[in-house]
């Protein structure tokens, strides 16, 4: 563990990193521009969540990582161990006990607290990029808040799908001033944005970072005859009897049968351990 | 939406005030100047190159011009010289009060999106936020353009060239502005299509009480809808007039070449 600084990154980049957090935290929702590094991982990895992390970091903290919701998929695994080999820092699969969780697509379904930090990887963090590929255009549409492009997506899906269909990724405005990618969290994490908790977003290859600090306003974006709704499967996890948390649906066999299952893994065994059982769950051994 | 009074009537929409565009030591526009008043079509014609592109682009605060103030009466303050105005509420009248029709429909259309979605843009960037209601003026005013509001769904790019510009007026128009700026409106489009989207401009133009400032080479768009007509050369302003009396009576020597140069079927 020596062989590297702690976290991986040396101190000139984390602090560089660092000020950007900062002005990200003090400008909810505003994308700072980054000096971002080439990290042993390729691009898509969570190499902007992974900067963030390693910046944030100090020795006392306690991390987890999750991917879609689940501690134990390969990105999750790969991240968590980097940070092991080189910060040594303590991990943890429970959400409760973590002061840092880097995610992937998903907020926990354990309500987080102001001592937690947690950090989303993004792949896009331009809200209007399919909309203006030009950069130097959505900057502008930013500064002036012209945001009615944003709106203009939404028609599209309730004009060709009769519903907003925006499933993941669903924009949201800032403290009613900046419009901000939530990064693909599926959009029935949405209403969660607004949680105790720090949230920052790195964007790696996008080289962007923007936060939001602990209980800022962030509405989801909609019509007034549609409005905006949090969606999930309806069905209760098969596995701990859930109803209120987002489920990943499991195909099972060729026939057709298929199972729903918590997407978090950490509330899933929690509620397990408690003793909920599902429609295919065993009782806790 | 406004109602012209008499009273308004008397001061000018837009007084364009020795307007010049530089690129380099090359002229684009010099010294141009003239009064729009309300409800009035101003044709601006020259040969290619003549700086009329360049003078629409200026007037419209798409180039910064090098000098000269083009001042419009804006509902809310009078009349401002949008050349120095800030930028957002340049942008912002640029989505309200004025619009902008490009030669080329794909120029002024997100081709990606619906025909509904590309009228409700408009409405959309200055607060619209009932679904009904947006896709409700879609629908009429795609009528108003003559498509038929099966089409509502399809995207741009299945349209003909027709109905392209035909969709690029009406997203314009759904706003109310008061100015319209034209660029070759007719441009590219077939004779039969160019006197079908001639009568519905000139139906628009008269119905709601625009005004309208149309470059073109074309003298019988400019016979049809202008009021007023500049001959552009070189970058100045050679002539200027009712449209009627300039292309009856041209005084300029280019002008006159330009009126003798029309074809005669």
């Known amino acids: ?285 | 939406m406004s109602a012209s009074t008499g009273e308004q009537d008397m001061t000018p929409l837009m007084q364009v005030k020795a307007l010049t565009k530089m690129y380099g030591h090359r002229i684009g526009c010099k010294n141009v100047s003239f009064d729009l008043y309300p409800g009035e079509v101003m044709g601006i014609v020259g040969e290619s190159g003549s700086g009329k592109s360049t003078l629409l682009n200026a007037m419209a605060g798409h180039h910064a011009p090098d000098c000269g103030e083009v001042v419009f009466d804006t509902r809310a303050d009078g009349p401002v010289d949008t050349c120095t105005m800030s930028e957002p509420a340049r942008r912002m009248l640029g989505r309200t009060d004025w619009a902008f029709v490009h030669q080329h429909a794909r120029d002024g259309l997100r081709m990606s999106v619906s025909a509904g979605g590309n009228i409700g843009e408009r409405l959309m960037a200055v607060g619209g936020r009932h679904y009904g209601e947006i896709r409700d003026q879609a629908a009429d005013w795609l009528g108003r353009v003559e498509i038929s509001d099966s089409r509502i769904d399809d995207r741009p790019s299945d349209f003909s060239g027709g109905m392209q510009q035909r969709l690029q007026i009406a997203r314009n128009l759904v706003t109310g502005p008061r100015l319209v700026f034209m660029d070759e409106p007719t441009g590219g489009l077939d004779v039969s299509v160019q006197a079908r989207l001639l009568d519905l401009l000139r139906s628009l133009v008269r119905e709601m009480g625009l005004s309208a400032i149309i470059v073109t080479h074309d003298l019988a768009v400019v016979r049809l809808l202008a009021d007023r007509l500049m001959v552009m050369k070189d970058g100045y302003v050679v002539e200027s007039g009712l449209t009627d009396q300039v292309l009856d009576d041209p005084q300029h020597a280019y002008t006159q070449l330009l009126v003798s140069s029309v074809l005669q079927v």
């Not at chain 1, 800032?174 to 720090?198: G, H, Q, T």
């Not at chain 1, 306003?217 to 709704?229: A, G, I, N, Q």
Request: glycine fraction near 6%; charged fraction near 30%; hydrophobic fraction near 35%.
């Open chain 1, 1 to 285: 563990m020596s062989d590297y600084n702690f976290a991986y990154l040396d101190e000139q980049t984390k602090r560089m990193i660092r000020r950007a957090i900062l002005k990200g935290l003090a400008v909810p929702g505003y994308q700072v521009p980054f000096a971002s590094r080439e990290m042993p991982m390729p691009y898509g990895w969570g190499t902007g969540g992974v900067q963030v992390t390693a910046a944030t970091l100090v020795p006392e903290d306690s991390l987890k990582v999750i991917d879609q919701g689940a501690d134990d998929t390969t990105n999750a695994v790969s991240i968590r161990k980097f940070f092991e080999r080189t910060a040594g820092v303590a991990t943890t699969e429970e959400t409760t006990k973590a002061s840092v969780i880097q995610t992937r697509h998903r907020i926990p379904e354990a309500e987080l607290s102001e001592d937690q930090i947690l950090v989303y990887q993004v792949p896009i963090p331009e809200p209007l990029r399919f909309l203006e590929p030009r950069e130097t255009e959505t900057r502008k549409m930013h500064s002036l808040e012209e945001y009615g492009l944003m709106h203009v997506k939404l028609y599209e899906d309730i004009s060709q799908h009769g519903d907003i269909a925006t499933a993941y990724a669903y924009p949201v405005k800032v403290e009613e001033r900046y419009v901000m990618d939530p990064s693909p969290i599926p959009k029935f994490d949405n209403p969660k944005l607004e949680m105790a908790a720090i949230q920052l977003f790195g964007a790696g290859r996008e080289q962007r970072i923007y936060a939001l600090p602990p209980y800022t306003r962030v509405v989801s974006l909609d019509f007034e005859d549609y409005p905006f709704e949090a969606t999930k499967a309806d069905y209760p996890c098969d596995l701990c009897a859930a109803e209120d948390s987002y489920l990943d649906e499991v195909i099972l066999d060729d026939a057709g049968s298929r199972m729903f299952v918590c997407s978090d893994t950490d509330y899933c065994r929690s509620r397990r351990a408690e003793g909920h059982v599902g429609r295919l769950g065993e009782e806790a051994a």
